[in-house]
């Protein structure tokens, strides 16, 4: 198939690729990747298009893995499941859920596939656990050359270090086997607090929920706080009805946030009012759900997203430090920065390598400018040595990421080895990882 054009979700990347192929399983994938090897042409696989950036980006064969969506294998006594890499995480929660069976944390989407996010370090937040690459066990992957590799702890080590956020620069990722556990509930609790309140309390906060994140409003002083934890015996927590869940989480979340950001576009002026509006217009609620529709929501108001993993004790300065800036600038931010946590991990390229993580999203609706928002925030969480995420918006290139992630030299001597020709790569790879040609010797 030609003259496709692609986008992906927010319209910030647009691919025009000679070819697109939709392998419908692993040998397909195998004869198309050895078909492109034979021809000297670049490949680039595609999940649901969540990334912001161009990482996904080719003009030359397009891999869709919307068909290659099985579950292969599903052990409930060991806790693993094995699908292939292109499974959506919603349809993955629906497997698990017959099976009684839960990923142990996510972030607050399921459109993504497993492949994309995993690739690209998506995480939720957590006291014990993050990133969904963390909570991999093994996985299978097609090299530039059509070799299928199979990695885990124990075998090929270094690989799995490296593949499990790959960019999908190392090969295409075929099949994944993830470490479950039994299916839980959440309770969640939703609370407005003060900005100061939760910044003076954060580390109680954080340490005695299992889940805590918070979002801040800018132009005001004011949060909303959100606490999941699995239920203790005696927990009276109720399900939300689902008339309340549809107009919170639905209608007020993303029909009526709509309508506030085209106002906001229009009538810029009017900003900090609406923020100070919707930040007393939060009311605390309370709630018992299945795990996965706690940690997920619908999202559909589209926005630009950047996202920096900070250490842990850096975030107060770095978002007091934004917070001024908003309030001198005369920039007008009518979507709330979220805050998130998790715990170090071995994820080579993992934004939470080595040391606990705060994650601090900055959002901007699509019809606002962006750019000198997330410049000041990325100076700041630069100053503190953030690491900014794979799939969001940033501009450092391989120099500055190089002094962020210190296993990087090593995951681009291991692209070189697997991939020396450069077939999976594109011009946002070769910015964050260097030309293949460069890369450092193994």
């Not at 606002?368 to 995420?389: I, K, M, Q, S």
Request: charged content about 25%.
């Amino acid at each position: 198939m030609t003259g496709i054009e692609w986008h992906n979700w927010a319209r910030t990347a647009t691919a025009r690729p000679s070819r697109v192929s939709h392998p419908a399983d692993v040998d397909q994938l195998l004869a198309v990747m050895r078909a492109a090897a034979r021809t000297g042409e670049r490949v680039k696989a595609v999940g649901s298009g969540h990334s912001f950036t161009p990482v996904a980006v080719t003009d030359g064969v397009q891999l869709v893995l919307d068909r290659l969506d099985a579950v292969t294998e599903v052990d409930p006594t060991a806790g693993l499941v094995t699908v292939e890499a292109g499974l959506p995480l919603h349809s993955l929660n629906r497997v698990l859920d017959a099976h009684g069976l839960a990923l142990r944390n996510m972030g607050d989407i399921d459109r993504q596939t497993v492949a994309g996010a995993i690739s690209t370090g998506t995480h939720g937040t957590g006291r014990d656990s993050g990133a969904l690459a963390a909570q991999v066990h093994s996985l299978e992957l097609v090299t530039a050359d059509g070799r299928l590799l199979r990695c885990s702890a124990t075998e090929r080590p270094e690989l799995f270090a490296a593949a499990r956020v790959g960019l999908g620069a190392l090969g295409v990722l075929a099949r994944v086997t993830l470490r479950c556990e039994p299916a839980f509930d959440l309770c969640a609790v939703e609370e407005p607090m003060p900005l100061a309140a939760v910044l003076a309390d954060l580390d109680r906060l954080v340490a005695e929920n299992e889940h805590f994140e918070f979002y801040w409003f800018p132009h005001t002083a004011r949060t909303l706080t959100k606490r999941n934890n699995r239920p203790r015996d005696g927990d009276a927590t109720r399900p939300l009805r689902r008339s309340r869940g549809w107009l919170e989480d639905e209608f007020l979340s993303n029909t009526c946030f709509e309508r506030v950001n085209r106002l906001a576009a229009a009538r810029p002026e009017l900003v900090p009012a609406l923020n100070a509006v919707s930040a007393r217009a939060l009311s605390a609620r309370s709630y018992r759900g299945v795990s996965h529709r706690v940690f997920t929501a619908p999202r559909r108001v589209v926005f630009r997203e950047m996202e920096y993993a900070l250490p842990r004790e850096a975030l107060p300065e770095v978002l007091e430090e934004v917070r001024h800036w908003v309030d001198r600038s005369g920039e007008r931010i009518p979507f709330p920065a979220e805050v998130r946590f998790t715990p170090g991990d071995d994820v080579w390229l993992s934004t939470a390598y080595g040391r606990p993580t705060a994650y601090l999203a900055v959002h901007q609706y699509h019809r606002l400018p962006h750019e000198r928002y997330f410049e000041a925030v990325a100076r700041a969480a630069d100053a503190a040595g953030g690491r900014p995420h794979w799939g969001k918006l940033h501009r450092l290139g391989v120099r500055e990421l190089t002094e962020r992630h210190p296993r990087l030299g090593e995951f681009r001597a291991l692209r070189a080895e697997l991939d020396p020709l450069g077939r999976l790569s594109n011009p946002y790879l070769d910015h964050v990882l260097g030309p293949v040609a460069d890369a450092p010797a193994g």
